[in-house]
C-alpha cells in the first residue's frame, strides 16, 4: 500500500491518506437526449474526471459530490462551466471575493455557461442545463485556490 503525506489549503489539519487513483475519463449514461454525469472532488483537492464528453442537444445531468470530510468553509468545491475563451485565473481571481455567492462572481455570469453551489465535504448537489455548441469548455473549481488543480474539459460533440 502506498502512502502519501497531503497538506491543505485554507487553514485544514494536514491528513494522512492513500494516495487517489488515477483520474478517468467519464462515461455519461445517456437515456436518449439526457447525459448523466457524476463528479467527485474530495479533500486532496482533486476532480476524479478531468474530461467529460457529451453530445450536442442533450440535456446534462451533472451531479456533484464532495467525497471528502473537511467544512465547506475549509475545503469547499464547486463546478463551474466556462465559456468558450474565457481564461480561467482571471474568473478565479474574481471569484475569491464572492464568498457570498457560492465563490460564483456576479459580473462574470456571461462567462460561464452553468454552475453548482459551493459543497461541504459528505454533501452533493445535482443540476440541469443543455448542452453548448459543439467545442472544448473548461471547467473548474472556484474555491480559492484549487482552479489550478481542479479543472477539466468538457467536451460537446457532433450527434
Known amino acids: 500500500m502506498t502512502m502519501a503525506f497531503f497538506a491543505s489549503c485554507g487553514g485544514g489539519e494536514a491528513t494522512t491518506e492513500q494516495a487517489p487513483q488515477q483520474v478517468q475519463q467519464s462515461e455519461p449514461e445517456a437515456t436518449g437526449d439526457i447525459a448523466e454525469i457524476t463528479i467527485e472532488g474530495n479533500d486532496m483537492m482533486v476532480y476524479d474526471l478531468k474530461t467529460i464528453e457529451v453530445t450536442e442537444g442533450q440535456t446534462v445531468k451533472l451531479t ?3 467525497v471528502g470530510t473537511m467544512a465547506k468553509e475549509v475545503m469547499g468545491h464547486n463546478w463551474v462551466l466556462l465559456n468558450q475563451g474565457v481564461d480561467k485565473a482571471s474568473f478565479a481571481g474574481a471569484a475569491i471575493t464572492a464568498v457570498d455567492n457560492d465563490y460564483i462572481p456576479a459580473d462574470k455570469a456571461g462567462d460561464m455557461i452553468a454552475h453548482t453551489k459551493t459543497l461541504g465535504g459528505g454533501e452533493e448537489t ?9 467545442g472544448d469548455y473548461e471547467f473548474i473549481c472556484s474555491f480559492p485556490g484549487h482552479y489550478a488543480m481542479m479543472t477539466g474539459i468538457f467536451t460537446v460533440k457532433a450527434k
Open 126 to 134: 445535482t443540476i440541469e442545463f443543455d448542452a453548448p455548441a459543439v
Open 64 to 66: 456533484l459530490k464532495h
